[in-house]
């Protein structure tokens, strides 16, 4: 199986922008994290729920028939 092409793409994230918005809220989590060095059982604990949080909305999203 080959990746869709760039055109392709983008048109999805066009057509699904609630879809869009849940990985960009996850890729900016993700990013935060791997900026901060030092953490404590709290912050890693709160980082792991609000990540595992995101990526279930994203697996129900993705799996929306809709597109909505």
Not at 32 to 42: F, I, K, L, N
Not at 47 to 57: F, Q
Request: aromatic residues 2%.
């Amino acid at each position: 199986m080959s990746d869709p092409s760039p055109a392709l793409r983008a048109e999805d994230r066009r057509a699904r922008p609630g879809f869009r918005a849940l990985i960009d809220e996850m890729m900016q989590a993700i990013r935060a994290a791997s900026r901060q060095d030092d953490w404590t059982e709290e912050e890693r604990a709160r980082a792991e729920a609000d990540l595992e949080r995101i990526m279930a909305n994203v697996r129900r999203e993705a799996m929306n028939e809709d597109g909505d």
